[in-house]
């Protein structure tokens, strides 16, 4: 990335970081909202979700029968019958028909990757529209057949005799016909992703306290957001639900404070993450519309934020060199040194809240001149972020966390506050956005007001 | 998409057992659809003088099958009767019962049409007295029709002539399918402007329309109407019914705005969305209300002000700010919703009939504020709607409301929506503060 690093030639530079493409900008979002698992869309498929957020972005930016460049979407939980979930939304949906789609799958980052993605074929000119999105429902999770069964069935269907298909089917043993619920675990290490982080939380000495605080800012800044009518073009109603299911308005630090861990209880060190300084299981779906600046313009559509730049990280938590939710303490400052910023030409800085003690643990890594210096090959720490600017509409510890539809609930909330905070001086306003994922994973990045 | 009880009586044994028993026998109506011809049947041009000639010119150019004398037997689709030149009662008598000895041909959803012109300005008593008559005289025809037929008058003010573009659009609306549940009505033409659309079909095209409180009922069937007649929607309602707008939105290819139109900046909101996304501003219907009834001596401040801030004053509000934008000013439209509740009263509402009252007040005071751009403001006031709102009335309560009419039924959303589209279209530019009650001559009110 040589020629990137050229270019890159500090804070005030407000291009691509790729020279020579033109920009890809967001023209709105759209999300259902999120509703705690078992709750108000329970009976709600992926596909169903997914069609319903797109239909409010469609209606809310007069998208009716458009043939839209390209649209990706994923989820996490999926069902095997949902091999080609995104084309299926688009085609219950009000759009043309004639509109191609794909599915992705990144574990959490899902929807972040589908935007960065999407963004990048915009800049590149290939197409000049585009719809990310991402959903997820953790109450009609796909459930499937054990492995022992699996391989009956499938030597059932590969027998040609009567005989043969009475042999394979006395093999069936009761243990055979438990299901297999899909879980949280690592497929490596044997351990939920709760319990990965509470290494990470103790490792990083992280209090309850301050865990605490960061769900109570969450529950509150999300709250405040809906109040001043913030989520009023960025939420279209489903199933009865008008907003989150999991915020809690009214919640005090008190509260939470009486609520048992139920993480790292078996680590030596005291426990500190309970159910309310963690994201709850959640079902929902986003969506957000990007283009070329002259697609926008071309149909009088709103230009709020361009999507400047992106990073992937991964860590390699299996041997325990780091925590399984780390990667974007790495990601962050290779995207922003490739952009040539530091944290102070950030002014919102959206960090995914899987965790209270993600969030903290990342803070405090980046905070860490050790780390800055072995890790991050730094001369020390990465810096000290504005917690003022942190998460100020909330995150996913109020607003809860439908795996792949996260993504898209930050780009869209981001572009809008970016496009409300306009320049910041004599600069675009910019934001950063940070999300890890499952598998030792995360996505970063990067958009400036338009 | 009629009742049961009316569907029981349209036909067979129910139509036979109706009649002996004399009960009321609502019939299906005629409804505007597309492609549809202007009338049934020919109509009967009624009257003498030059007022008579040329709307006879006039509706023969429309293609409709005239006549200036009934012919034996023949089932007509229209009579006319045009009184504009009437100036002692005396004058009345002979069209009047000329016209009256064809009422037995209407076909059934027929229409019957006058034309006079107003009696407040009138130069004499005589003149007054017999431009008044036609009052009293169109109102009771309209009890006397049955199967359908309606009977309403066009009003012409002073210098505006039978032929003028809203006059001539006011007749066709009454003609039509689209005027299916207005009964016993005046519309005044106030003036002389207006222009009839090159397409009738297509009145509304090229015009950018809101309409808030589209979610569902009467809004919904609003947004399709406009439509439907080519205009391009702004479809606004609440967050919280934001779902339901989105389905409205897609539907009519139209763009979703979520806002509670009480907030301050909720007028600057739409005239933004409105010039950004489309280009420009031509009609806002003001269709969003609430109900909050109780009985005056148990109303809390929480109720009549929540009916009084959606109801009138953000209506207010808005108009202030579109007339301020001077983005509203070539040729707008304002349409609002008012209610029979605000002109005849209503137990338990008097938070509503007192917003809706003032409606009617706010209509009246902005027409001459919009005239200098070619711009009218009107008001609709609606009587029993089957709505999901009146589906909600007890069941003897709701079948008394819907039979209190001279259509003895309650009128469809759609039928408010066709007043709306036609007092938002160019044709009715010549007619601006005036309240067009859709009602089916509601005998409350009238």
Known sequence: MAAAQESATGPQETTSAVPGVRKAVVVGGNRIPFARTGGAYTKSSNQDMLTAALDGLIARFGLQEERIGEIAAGAVLKHSRDFNLTREAVLGSALSAETPAYDLQQACATGLETVLGLANKIKLGQI????????????????????????????LNRAKTTTQKLRILARIRPKDLAPDAPNTGEPRTGLSMGEHQALTTAQWKISREAQDELAYNSHHNLAAAYESGFFDDLITPYRGLGRDSNLRADTTLEKLATLKPVFGRNLGSEATMTAGNSTPLTDGASTVLLASEEWADARGLPKLATVLDGEAAAVDFVHGKDGLLMAPAFAVPRLLARNGLGFEDIDFFEIHEAFAGTVLSTLAAWEDEDFGRTRLGLDG????????????????????????ATGGRIVASLAKMLHEKGQVGGRPARGLISICAAGGQGVVAIMEAH | MTD????????????DIAKKLGLPQPVALRRHKPGDPLLTGPVLVQGEGIGADELAAALLAWGLDV??????????GAIVLVLDAVEHPDDLGKPVLTAGASLRDLAPNARLVTVSRTASSAATPAVAAARQGVDGLLRSVAKELR?????????????????????????RFFLSGRS???????????????????????????????????????????ARTLYRDGAKLVVVDIPAAGDHLAEIANEVHGTALQLDISRTNAGQRIIEHAMERHGRL????HNAGITRD???????????????????????????????????????????????????????QSNYAASKGGVIGMVRATAPLLAAGGGSINAVAPGFIETEMTARIPFATREIARRLNSLQQGGQPGDVAEAIAFLASDAAGGISGQVLRVCGQNLVGA
């Open chain 1, 128 to 155: 000049d529209s585009a719809i990310a999105g991402g959903v997820d429902s953790a109450s009609d999770a796909p459930i499937a057949v054990s492995e022992g069964l699996r391989e009956i069935l499938l030597d």
């Open chain 1, 381 to 404: 720490a990465l810096g000290k972020i504005d917690r003022a600017k942190l998460n100020v509409n909330g995150s996913s510890l109020a607003a809860g966390h439908p795996f792949a």
């Open chain 2, 4 to 15: 049961k009880y009316t569907q029981f009586v349209s036909q067979g044994l129910g139509r």
């Open chain 2, 67 to 76: 006549r200036r004398n009934a012919l034996p037997k023949e089932k007509l």
């Open chain 2, 147 to 171: 199967a359908g037929a309606t009977a309403n008058g066009i009003v012409l003010a002073d210098g505006v002539e039978p032929t003028s573009p809203s006059a001539l659009g006011a007749l």
């Open chain 2, 180 to 222: 299916a549940f207005v009964d016993g009505q005046f519309l005044t033409v106030t003036s002389a402007g207006g222009a009839l659309p090159d397409d009738a079909e297509k009145p509304l095209a090229g015009k950018v329309a809101v309409v808030t409180g589209a979610a569902r009922g009467i809004g919904a069937a609003i």
């Open chain 2, 282 to 285: 031509d009609i806002v219907i």
């Open chain 2, 294 to 348: 109780r009985l005056l001596a148990n109303m809390d401040e929480g109720r009549w002000n929540s009916v009084m801030a959606v109801n009138i004053a953000s209506q207010l509000r808005i108009n202030e700010a579109l007339l301020a934008s001077g983005r509203f000013n070539e040729k707008p439209r304002i349409v609002s919703l008012a209610s029979t509740s605000g002109i005849a009263g209503n137990r338990g």
